[in-house]
């Protein structure tokens, strides 16, 4: 097997976060060498963390200028540390700032890459990718003979890979950064109690349009339906997707709910998280909208109308149920 760069920044505390240990669990299971490839500020921290792992070398750019996400600073760190472990193959999570330097690094390099790669493995003795087309109907595996090859892997594929720390020893790679143009000026977040999108979580809650719709008495429930799903999501610390007709009202100004972005999206136009189990509410569970499902194993709805699409073989379980009622009464199960 060919010689592999792990490449991996450090996170604010100088630590590897969870993304990057996937990712080195996937570079060992691929086999070969290993060199590991460390950009931070401080990379002595992250080097001790995974000192057992069993690289053959840590190489290192570090220094205040590499503690920030900036494209001319992370591809002239990953372009040294790739020259300097002259590896055939680099692994990289999907992280932001690997997303968008490291194309322009196997650029450089002459090299070629490939995103959002769900797996690597060993096919007729050469290294292979998973990868998903046409919005996660089509999987295919990939092999190249290119190399330099870049191999950006999604997260929450693999498990991190966990091991004893220890005290490693670091070869330092020289990179000049003055010149920087580009100053970082901090993160806009929102804020901690807004966070509706936890790709940890074990359950996705997926709110559809039905919340704001006329219910029975004539009348819409917004003010419920925020309520309600709110509790919901603190009490099972769920992560919250939505139908593309409830997140585009919210882009149309109507009074829907509040914390429903497009970033909750699921489905064809929306995202494909990673969830052991899901519950759809008030959502039809049209195709469009289930091609979002496809890393969900476990799928639950609600929907008051016993023909929606997710009495099709879509859901495991269908509650033809009025989501008002039935999420009311899991709130008070769950105390939220
Ligand atoms: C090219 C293309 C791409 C698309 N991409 C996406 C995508 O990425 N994501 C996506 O979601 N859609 C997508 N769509 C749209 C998709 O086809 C559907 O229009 C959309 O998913 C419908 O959203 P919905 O089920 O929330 O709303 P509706 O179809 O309006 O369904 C609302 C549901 O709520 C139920 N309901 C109402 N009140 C209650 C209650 N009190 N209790 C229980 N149930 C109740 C109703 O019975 C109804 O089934 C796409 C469409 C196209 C053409």
Redesign the pocket.
């Given at each position: 097997m060919e010689t592999i760069l792990l490449l991996a920044h450090t996170e604010t505390d100088g630590t590897l976060a969870k993304p990057a240990l996937e990712a080195l669990t996937a570079a060992k299971e691929l086999g070969g060498e290993l060199i590991i490839g460390l950009v931070g500020a401080a990379v002595e921290a992250a080097a001790n963390q995974i000192a057992g792992c069993g690289a053959s070398r840590i190489l290192a750019v570090s220094g205040e200028a590499f503690s920030q996400p900036r494209y001319s600073t992370d591809a002239a760190a990953a372009e040294a540390l790739c020259r300097a472990a002259g590896a055939a193959i680099t692994l990289a999570t999907s992280t932001s700032r690997w997303a968008r330097a490291l194309p322009g690094v196997a650029y450089r390099l002459e090299g070629r890459i490939d995103t959002h790669a769900t797996a690597v493995s060993v096919l007729n003795g050469a290294p292979a990718v998973n990868r998903w087309f046409y919005r996660q109907r089509i999987e295919a595996t990939l092999t190249r003979s290119q190399r330099p090859w870049f191999i950006l892997l999604d997260a929450g594929c693999y498990p991190a890979w966990s091991g004893a720390p220890g005290a490693a020893s670091v070869e330092t790679v020289a990179v000049n950064a003055d010149g920087t143009r580009t100053t970082f000026s901090g993160i806009r977040a929102p804020k901690a109690d807004e966070q509706t999108i936890r790709p940890d979580a074990k359950l996705l809650f997926v709110?559809?349009?039905?919340?704001s719709?006329k219910?029975?008495d004539g009348a819409t429930h917004t003010a419920d339906a925020e309520r309600l799903i709110l509790g919901f999501l603190r009490g099972a610390q769920a992560s919250l997707g939505?139908?593309?007709?409830?997140?585009d009202q919210s882009g149309e100004g109507e009074a829907v709910l509040k914390f429903m972005t497009h970033l909750n999206?699921?489905?064809?136009?929306?995202?494909t998280p990673r969830h052991q189990k899901g519950l759809s509410?008030?959502?039809?569970?049209?195709?469009?909208?289930v091609?979002?499902w496809r890393f969900v194993n476990e799928r639950r709805a609600?929907?008051?109308?016993a023909n929606?699409?997710w009495a099709r073989g879509k859901a495991d379980v269908l509650y033809v149920?009025?989501?008002?009622?039935?999420v009311e009464k899991l709130n008070q199960l769950l105390g939220a």
């Open positions: 709110a559809g349009a039905g919340w719709k219910q029975a939505g139908s593309k007709s409830l997140v999206q699921i489905g064809q136009t929306g995202s509410t008030c959502c039809h569970g049209e195709e469009p909208h091609v979002g609600i929907n008051l109308d929606c699409g149920a009025d989501a008002f009622e039935v």
